[in-house]
């Protein structure tokens, strides 16, 4: 009789623990599906293969909103892709970098966008949004090491449903409903103002924000009359530089981009934006590429162009991202 009942809440544990496993891998592949935004859009891309381009944009938001690649290919007639993720330092987008080698054609240029905290902070910003794509060794390598609680998000079914509910499961459904049709974000041109960072498609991995300048700086200012000190992390250096010579070995051409910021920003409110800017300059020495600053650019002066203090608005990205691309234009092949 004992027997009978082991082997009963034996058979009924598999059962649950099968369910428990199909139904989390029916989830993650709603969301290796879902393509409205969060950056699983731009994941998903990068992972099947289809985010190969020419032209290569890596970095934090500022490369996220800064580049649109739609007006560089424009001017250049190369294929451009943006792959900048909100909130991410160098720690983070050096697997990326890595999981994109893996999976796409190199690129011809590489262009690593730098601002005044990219070295300083090294969180995991919205952690939810790694959660299909564990099976990454670099990208498992870095964030496991940072949260060890994404083993639990790994191995443990539905767990990561159960901690990231509201970020999770509405984004994994829709992408069920939604394998069918064609994603946007390559091709898609939005319409509406944006409101949510989180859900909005980008094109070609850019983000376009169509907002005009707001109350934030005045804000900070209010908070920091004095300004702030970003501290530089050694360890964030060190993987932009380690990323720096990844590309370099596979013979691509890398450029450092420090993007217009509104002027006031940096020089009234950036503690020590000469040690900033002198650990860049050292690095691109260091690395022999170029750093191309347009922190003093005169669009820095006109808040039309951005939304808030470090990021331009759609007009703002559209006016650089062409002024940059002409600059790509003496890097082609054939151009002295």
Same mark, same amino acid.
């Given at each position: 009789?004992?027997?009978?009942?082991?082997k009963?809440s034996?058979?009924f544990?598999?059962?649950g623990?099968?369910?428990?496993?199909?139904?989390?891998s029916?989830?993650?592949?709603?969301l290796?599906?879902?393509?409205?935004?969060?950056?699983?859009?731009?994941?998903?891309q990068i992972?099947?293969?289809?985010?190969?381009?020419d032209?290569?944009?890596?970095?934090?938001?500022?490369?996220?909103?800064?580049?649109?690649?739609?007006?560089i290919?424009?001017v @250049?007639?190369m294929s451009?892709?943006?792959?900048?993720?909100?909130?991410?330092?160098?720690?983070?987008?050096?697997?990326?970098?890595? @999981?994109?080698?893996?999976?796409?054609?190199?690129?011809?240029?590489?262009?690593? @966008?730098?601002?005044?905290?990219?070295?300083?902070?090294?969180?995991?910003?919205?952690?939810?949004?790694f959660?299909?794509y564990?099976?990454e060794n670099?990208?498992y390598?870095?964030?496991?090491?940072?949260?060890?609680e994404?083993?639990?998000?790994k191995?443990?079914?539905?767990?990561?449903?159960?901690i990231?509910?509201?970020?999770?499961? @509405?984004?994994?459904?829709?992408?069920?409903r939604?394998t069918?049709?064609?994603s946007c974000?390559r091709?898609?041109?939005?319409?509406?103002?944006?409101?949510?960072w989180?859900?909005v498609p980008?094109?070609?991995g850019?983000?376009?924000?169509?907002?005009?300048?707001s109350?934030?700086?005045?804000?900070?200012?209010?908070k920091?009359?004095?300004?702030?000190?970003?501290k530089?992390?050694?360890?964030?250096?060190d993987?932009l530089?380690?990323?720096?010579?990844?590309?370099?070995?596979?013979n691509?051409?890398?450029?450092?981009?420090?993007?217009?910021?509104?002027?006031?920003?940096?020089?009234?409110y950036?503690?020590?934006?000469?040690?900033i800017?002198?650990?860049?300059?050292?690095?691109?020495?260091?690395?022999?590429?170029q750093l191309?600053?347009?922190?003093?650019?005169?669009?820095?002066?006109?808040?039309?162009?951005?939304?808030?203090?470090?990021?331009?608005n759609k007009k703002?990205?559209?006016?650089?991202?062409?002024?940059?691309?002409?600059?790509i234009i003496?890097?082609?092949?054939?151009?002295?």
């Open positions: 009789m004992l027997n009978d009942n082991l009963k034996i058979c544990v598999g059962i623990l099968l369910l428990a496993f199909s139904l989390n029916l989830l993650i592949y709603g290796r599906h879902y393509q409205g935004g969060a950056g699983f859009d731009v994941w998903n992972i099947d293969g289809k985010a190969g381009a032209i290569l944009i890596s970095g934090s938001s500022r490369a996220l909103i800064d580049f649109d690649c739609q007006a290919s424009q @250049t007639k451009c892709y943006n792959i900048g993720f909100d909130g991410q330092r160098y720690n983070l987008i050096r697997p990326l970098l890595e @999981t994109y080698l893996k999976h796409n054609r190199k690129p011809k240029i590489v262009v690593l @966008t730098v601002g005044i905290t990219d070295l300083s902070v090294d969180d995991i910003f919205r952690p939810y949004q959660i299909p564990l099976n670099e990208l390598k870095v964030v496991v090491k940072k949260m060890p994404f083993r639990y998000d191995y443990v079914p539905l767990y990561a449903f159960t990231y509910k509201k970020d999770l499961l @509405t984004r994994a459904l829709k992408g069920l939604s069918d049709t064609k974000v091709s898609c041109v939005r319409t509406n103002q944006e409101t949510e989180a859900d980008r094109i070609n850019f983000l376009p924000v169509d907002r005009q300048w109350n934030e700086f005045e804000a900070f200012k209010s920091f009359p004095k300004g702030k000190e970003y530089i992390a050694p360890s964030l250096v993987d530089e380690a990323i720096i010579q990844r590309f370099q070995q596979e691509i051409k890398v450029l450092l981009v420090f993007p217009p910021v509104y002027y006031e920003s940096i020089e009234g950036t503690k020590n934006l000469n040690e800017f002198q650990t860049y300059k050292a690095i691109a020495e260091r690395n022999h590429i191309m600053d347009y922190s003093k650019d005169p669009m820095s002066k006109d808040t039309k162009y951005f939304y808030n203090s470090q990021h331009m703002g990205a559209a006016y650089f991202s062409s002024i940059f691309a002409e600059s003496l890097l082609k092949p054939g151009n002295n």
